[in-house]
Structures are given as C-alpha cells and as structure tokens.
Nanobody, 124 residues
C-alpha cells in the first residue's frame, strides 16, 4: 500500500521557519517527481515546489521562490520542504504528492499519489 505521510506543520509567527517532511512507503519512487502543494481555506489547491526523486532537479512557484527549499533523502524515503521567512499568506494545508510521468507538473491533476496534508498557520 502506497503511503505519503506529511508532518512538521504547526502555528508560527510571520518571519519564522518550518520544515515539513513527507515519508513515503509502499513502493519505490525512483523516476517520480515529488511535489508539494498547498490549499488555503476557500481556495484552490496550488503548486508550491517539485523535485525529481532521482535527479534532484527542482522547480518552485514564484510566490515561494527564494524562501522555500525542496529536497529529498532517498535513503530515508523522505521529501522535505524547508520554509523560511513565512508570511500570513503561506497559511494552508500542505500536501505531498508523487507524479509518475515526471512532467514536473504544476497542476494537481497530474499527480498520482497524495498524502493527507499537514496544517501550517502563520500569524501576522
């Protein structure tokens, strides 16, 4: 059974940092692209960042570029999202997802597996 389990969310103040983790299990994700998405209350799910599991190439949404860093530890089967200089508008549920076709898509419909999400709340 494929599982993606996010953790690391919480309540922080603007300007603080958080690191989210996504532990994967149930299959090897070699060759996949691993993405982070977020969904704020009342809004659509939006792309945050994506990384190639094998090659490690990364892409970011303009809104987080320079503040967030996506990485992976293949030995630990874990993907990370380091979030610095957090803003109130970063408040959302953050989801980890895996894309088999590795198009590094920014559309959540491109992704095949999803975690249940972790809530990040940034107070201003």
């Amino acid at each position: 059974q494929v599982q993606l389990v996010e953790s690391g969310g919480g309540l922080v103040q603007a300007g603080d940092s958080l690191r989210l983790s996504c532990v994967t299990s149930g299959r090897t994700f070699s060759g996949y692209a691993m993405g982070w998405f977020r969904q704020a209350l009342g809004k659509e799910r939006e792309f945050v960042a994506v990384i190639g599991w094998s090659a490690g190439n990364t892409y970011y949404a303009d809104s987080v570029k320079g503040r967030f860093t996506i990485s992976r530890d293949t030995a630990k089967n874990t993907v990370y999202l380091q979030m610095n200089s957090l803003k109130a508008e970063d408040t959302a549920v953050y989801y980890c997802a895996a894309e088999m076709s590795r198009t590094y898509g920014r559309d959540w419909n491109d992704y095949d597996y999803w975690g249940k999400g972790t809530l990040v709340t940034v107070s201003s």
